[in-house]
């Protein structure tokens, strides 16, 4: 890696990331990105040149391609979001680093996220779902369905597979947001330190009181016998519950939205509860709720016609992967009855999501009730003032006005 | 239609169960790829397909003799 160095581009380079116009359409501007090439060149913030990936069949190589690195630690590795900048050298568990470390933390984590293992979850994932409509019809003829529904439920799931106190959820919610989307990099330094104290505190009282949770089964089983070290366990539960936060919740609200401006698809669901499960992941391709997964080249790679070389950002565009035409007909066409199973709304290759089965669960299970039990649900607002999270964020409305 | 799987290589993903669990499933103890069918019936063969096209991270491997 001594060898690399970092390649400026042009001005001339579209910047990205940009913001989304409409929450659940790629931003205007990547119409230019989208020609017949798989890669093009973009400009990161800092002028570094970086490889947008377009192409659905190329962009799933390459997130395969042991030659691409996702090691946040490394010095060189592509730093999309300003406020993040100086933070290597911290190597976050799973999502920042690459096998074989990758998968020794992975398989420690597997056999409570399979495919059996969150089935056995739905009720629990659908008592919570009814609680939670219950209070808000309650409270209603008006809620902010982002704060009300599409948060709480990934949050309550997430607690009890870890066992992770649901009564501190307004403490690590919030520090969870401000990690992830705070304005500055102290704000957001700040909201992890709190976070990483207050799960340090935890882990130290469950040594003493074990609870019931996969919290408890590492620190009983991979910490005693040495395969897990105290600081790796506790920023991997940190990984485990900001990943459980930030993304279904988006799912859940973008998901609800994309479905309310889409009405004769919203009815066809309605007809037939059934199609759930392939609404869903005809959702996850559309709405693309995490935008872009941030790669450093290793070795030189021949991909698409072009040569990604070694110390090259590569920027894995996975809104413009699952709008690609060669992979889906009409791509920009809303459609619950195509089958979108093969996208990468998940991502692909080693690091693909470690939730999707519980996100599958929660998904299902929170947008099957809530258009079941609120047949008249609307938006509150016209949709150009929902305020929705920037570029280089997960994707989805910051608030969701709705009302019934 | 004969399969070989490489737990090795094996994320637990679930990919293969949720498209062809006839064919697969997730061990209890260590969350990776079980084989319960090597050589399944052509009746199977298209969700095997699925299995190994969605597989993340190239764990499955058909071959066709």
């Known amino acids: ?11 001339s380079a579209p910047a990205f990331p940009k913001d989304r116009t409409c929450p659940f359409q790629p931003p205007e501007s990547y119409a ?4 017949d090439a798989p890669l093009t060149q973009v400009r990161l913030f800092d002028g570094r040149m970086a490889w947008m990936v377009t192409g659905h069949a190329e962009g799933r190589a390459l997130l395969a391609d042991p030659r691409l690195s996702s090691e946040w630690g490394n010095p060189i590795f592509p730093v999309v979001v300003q406020r993040t900048e100086g933070r290597g050298g911290l190597s976050f568990p799973l999502i920042g680093v690459d096998d074989p470390e990758h998968a020794r933390q992975r398989r420690m984590l597997i056999p409570s996220f399979g495919v059996k293992r969150m089935a056995a979850l739905r009720p629990m994932i659908q008592r919570d779902v ?20 599409a948060l709480p439920v990934p949050s309550m799931a997430i607690c009890s597979l870890l066992d992770v106190p649901y009564g501190d959820h307004d403490f690590f919610e919030e520090r969870s947001r401000d990690f992830v989307g705070a304005a500055t990099s102290a704000e957001a330094d700040a909201a992890f330190a709190q976070l990483h104290q207050y799960l340090h505190g935890l882990v130290e009282r469950k040594r003493d009181e074990p609870g019931d949770g996969l919290l408890d089964e590492l620190i009983a089983v991979q910490l005693a016998e040495g395969k897990l070290d105290y600081d790796e366990l506790v920023l991997m539960t940190l990984v485990l519950l900001v990943a459980g936060h930030e993304t279904t919740v988006n799912a859940i609200a973008l998901g609800a939205l994309t479905l309310l401006q889409h009405p004769e698809q919203l009815d066809a669901l309605r007809r037939d509860p059934a199609l759930i499960s392939q609404t869903v992941e005809e959702l996850l391709r559309f709405t693309s709720v995490s935008d872009y997964m941030v790669r450093l080249a290793k070795e030189d ?10 110390g090259d950002a590569v920027i894995v565009s996975i809104t413009l992967m699952n709008r690609d035409g060669k992979a889906y007909e009409d791509p920009d066409t809303f459609d619950i009855g195509r089958s979108a199973r093969h996208h990468v709304g998940f991502g692909h290759g080693i690091h693909q999501c470690l939730g999707q ?26 949709l150009d003032e929902v305020p929705i999270k920037a570029g280089h964020d997960a994707q989805g409305p910051i608030e969701l006005p709705v009302t019934w | 239609m004969k399969i070989t799987i490489d737990r090795d290589r094996c994320v637990g993903a679930g990919q ?3 498209a062809a669990d006839e064919v697969f499933d997730q061990d209890d103890l ?5 084989l319960l069918v090597s ?12 299995a190994e096209r969605f597989c993340p991270s190239g764990a499955i491997e058909i071959h066709d003799a």
């Open chain 2, 30 to 34: 260590d969350g990776c790829v079980v």
């Open chain 2, 39 to 50: 050589r399944p019936s052509e009746r199977l063969s298209a969700e095997v397909r699925d």
């Open chain 1, 357 to 382: 089965n519980l996100a599958r669960a929660e998904l299902e299970i929170a947008l099957g009730t809530l258009f079941a039990r609120i047949p008249d649900l609307r938006l509150a607002v016209p």
């Open chain 1, 1 to 11: 890696m001594t060898e690399t160095e970092i390649r400026p581009t042009g001005a």
């Open chain 1, 130 to 149: 009814d609680g939670l409509l219950d209070a808000m019809l309650e409270k209603g003829p008006t809620a902010d369905l982002v704060s009300a529904f």
């Open chain 2, 16 to 18: 293969c169960v949720r």
């Open chain 1, 301 to 310: 790679i021949e991909v698409g016609g072009e040569t990604v070389k070694a």
């Open chain 1, 32 to 35: 230019q990105l989208r020609g």
